[in-house]
């Protein structure tokens, strides 16, 4: 089994929808868990860094984390054709300097 | 810049020989890391440097591949005697953390390599 697992997608949405994208991981050690976006041909982009469980916002994004099902997600709000690109979801434990990064959800937002 | 540069952005070469791509990070960033990323796949950890030293090269593929980091700064990985399955996009990142990631990393744009 995969440390991480995540949708490789593709996944496709009218502009404005509301976009859901989620990782699932067996390691309950796991405490920080950060979203990426890339780009094609460039390299990944932070875009939200959370500890522990709960929420975070951060403008139209949203970076949920459920330690006890073991399964964060990203909600993209309004979602807009610029935010086409693949969104990776990593995370890490406490101890030693792992990253373990999902496959990645590859997006389309439709004009 | 104020963020990680790799360069070549692009490198093709033939089968054997040998090639080196940078990283520069992001300026007092203390860890350093290495992916490889093929099409349609994750992110392949390859090593990590904490200052100059490497107490993670677990994820080097084979010994043809080595890697170094002098000054706390700049970082080469080399591939020696390439192979066509060595082709794929090669990441660095770089982090302010000390010596439990807790600390996000951030991503060069990659230097896409091409054996011939």
């Known amino acids: 089994q995969k440390e991480v697992e995540q949708d490789p997608g593709p996944l496709s949405v009218p502009e404005g929808a509301i976009v859901s994208l989620n990782c699932t991981y067996s390691n309950s050690a796991f405490q920080y868990f950060m979203w990426y976006r890339q780009y094609s041909r460039k390299g990944p982009e932070l875009l939200m860094y959370t500890y522990s469980s709960g929420n975070k916002e951060d403008g139209r994004f949203t970076a949920q984390v459920d330690k006890s099902s073991k399964y964060i997600s990203l909600f993209i709000r309004d979602s807009q054709p610029s935010d086409s690109a693949t969104y990776l979801c990593?995370?890490?434990?406490?101890?030693?300097?792992?990253?373990?990064f999902g496959t990645g959800t590859s997006l389309t937002v439709i004009p | 810049g104020a963020g990680v540069s790799q360069s070549p952005s692009n490198k093709v070469t033939e089968k054997g020989k040998d090639v080196e791509l940078r990283c520069d990070p992001i300026?007092?960033?203390?860890?350093l890391y290495w992916y490889r990323q093929s099409l349609g796949q994750g992110l392949e950890f390859l090593i990590y440097?904490?200052?100059?030293?490497?107490?993670?090269k677990s994820g080097l593929p084979s010994d043809r591949f080595s890697a170094e980091r002098t000054g706390g700064s700049v970082s080469t990985l080399t591939i020696q005697r390439t192979q066509q399955e060595d082709s794929a996009v090669y990441l660095c990142?770089?982090?302010?953390?000390?010596?439990?990631?807790?600390?996000?990393?951030?991503f060069g744009d990659g230097t896409r390599l091409s054996i011939l």
């Open positions: 300026s007092g960033h203390t860890a």
């Open positions: 440097f904490q200052g100059n030293s490497a107490p993670d």
């Open positions: 990142a770089s982090s302010s953390q000390g010596t439990t990631s807790n600390q996000p990393q951030h």
């Open positions: 990593a995370m890490s434990a406490n101890t030693g300097n792992q990253f373990y």
